[in-house]
């Protein structure tokens, strides 16, 4: 029940020391407006390309083909809406979700919440370890354990970053995604795929709700763990805090009309090279792995499949290999600033309480090492079994995505929260809602699946 009445306010602007600090144009072009807005949505868009991504659309295209990319498509335009939402309630509001949910539930329920939302970035984290891990395995030779623990220490390279100003901090972000682009443009013409079964593949057709296991992972469970890497809960959060750092006068209506308008601007044109690498990676799976991908370990079998003619054809060389593992490394380290800026917004949204944040990055980083160097040390290495932990730990995220997607919609359709004149339009409130209740259910089954194959099941 929501509680207008009584609203639990936050002690403090989220992320207080960036609210509010980059000044935009107040009659500037168009062009340069959009400019002084951008670089929220390559934060954002940072997790719709992390190695958790990279693991399911690999495997999905080297499992099923072109099959799973309609799952891209329909994710990433879920995903653009869902942040369009995020962004417009932090701006509208002056509070993030996170805030704005503890503010209308209560201390109770935003602890809970809170819990759930930790796990989800720990689940995060894991798919940065064990990606980062296999990067620095790939590119130095040490063993995969090795490369997992140095990871640890990425805390130092962060808190470096983040005392160049926050701006800086979106420059250097954006870079790294152009990098990991242009790589994978190249690496995907060269893979030579067939491009009209790629095109067919963006059609969404009843195949995808098989729920018939191959080689480990059923399409369900395959297209879930699609839709939770590329739907991430916790980056909704990350948007409400972070389209608060452009300087925004509230007095005035038009002001955050402008603001809006130009957020979503940001948010669409970064996610959209985000849907361009995800969709470019599902077709890299399908065309160097379809037919030979049994027991794929991907990052590995990627790796050297693109320094093995055999394989890669005339393309193959060392220079792609590496290429492909510091675009690796670059994705998992881009992914590590976000996390900790996300965790941060939601311990202070939900608990009203502030840590270091170097402590911050410490306590998520310890708790994901926890259970990969658990199934490192239990599985020898094995990057295989890293990798089933990993698509696994994207699932988590699909299955935490409702708990985050739900409220975020409501409060936006609520005139009274958001105002007649920024509340959503009926037919984004229907459309956005149908899809948490069709993922809730899908994630149902999906869990139903797993404890199946768990315990014996079919």
């Known amino acids: 029940m929501v509680k207008e009445k009584k609203l639990d306010l936050p002690i403090r602007k989220s992320l207080e020391d960036i609210n509010s600090s980059i000044v935009v144009p107040k009659n500037g072009s168009f062009f340069k407006t959009l400019w002084a807005f951008s670089g929220p949505g390559a934060l954002v868009a940072v997790g719709y390309m992390d190695p958790g991504n990279w693991i399911t659309s690999i495997v999905g295209g080297a499992k099923y083909k072109y099959l799973l990319i309609s799952v891209v498509l329909i994710s990433s335009l879920i995903a653009m809406s869902l942040q369009y939402m995020a962004g417009k309630l932090g701006i509208v509001t002056q509070m993030d979700l996170a805030q704005n949910t503890r503010a209308r539930t209560g201390k109770k329920m935003g602890f809970v919440l809170w819990i759930l939302t930790e796990l989800a970035i720990m689940a995060t984290d894991i798919a940065e370890v064990i990606g980062s891990g296999i990067a620095i395995h790939l590119l130095f030779g040490v063993n995969v354990l090795t490369g997992v623990l140095i990871t640890a220490f990425d805390v130092v390279i962060l808190l470096l970053l983040m005392k160049l100003g926050f701006r800086k901090i979106e420059a250097i972000v954006a870079t790294l995604i152009t990098t990991i682009l242009l790589i994978f443009v190249y690496l995907t013409i060269q893979s030579n795929p067939v491009w009209s079964e790629a095109l067919a593949g963006f059609i969404p057709t009843g195949e995808l709700f098989n729920d018939k296991v191959a080689h480990g992972d059923s399409q369900l469970v395959m297209a879930a763990g699609i839709i939770g890497a590329t739907v991430m809960p916790h980056n909704l959060y990350l948007h409400s805090s972070i389209a608060q750092t452009r300087k925004i006068d509230y007095t005035n209506k038009e002001g955050i009309k402008k603001a809006v308008k130009f957020m979503t601007w940001d948010s669409n044109i970064q996610l959209s090279l985000a849907f361009v690498i995800n969709s470019m990676l599902l077709i890299l799976g399908a065309a160097l792995f379809y037919g030979h991908g049994d027991n794929l370990n991907a990052f590995g079998a990627l790796y050297n499949a693109l320094n093995d003619k055999n394989i890669a054809g005339a393309i193959a060389s060392p220079i792609l290999s590496t290429l492909f593992a510091v675009a690796l490394l670059a994705s998992g380290q881009n992914s590590t600033i976000t996390g900790t800026i996300t965790g941060e917004a939601v311990m202070e949204g939900f608990l009203h309480m502030k840590f270091p944040r170097w402590l911050r990055r410490v306590i998520t980083r310890g708790l994901a090492l926890i259970p990969v160097v658990a199934f490192a040390v239990i599985f020898n290495g094995s990057e295989g079994k890293l990798d089933q932990l990993l698509v696994y730990s994207q699932v988590f995220l699909s299955i935490a995505l409702p708990f985050s997607m739900i409220p975020l919609i409501y409060y936006t359709s609520s005139k009274k929260i958001m105002g007649e004149e920024f509340a959503n339009a009926r037919?984004?409130?229907?459309?956005?809602?149908?899809?948490?209740?069709?993922?809730?259910?899908?994630?149902?089954?999906?869990?139903?699946?797993?404890?199946?194959?768990?315990?014996?099941?079919?």
């Open 427 to 458: 037919w984004l409130a229907i459309i956005t809602s149908i899809a948490a209740v069709v993922l809730t259910i899908l994630n149902i089954q999906i869990v139903i699946n797993i404890f199946e194959q768990l315990f014996g099941g079919k």
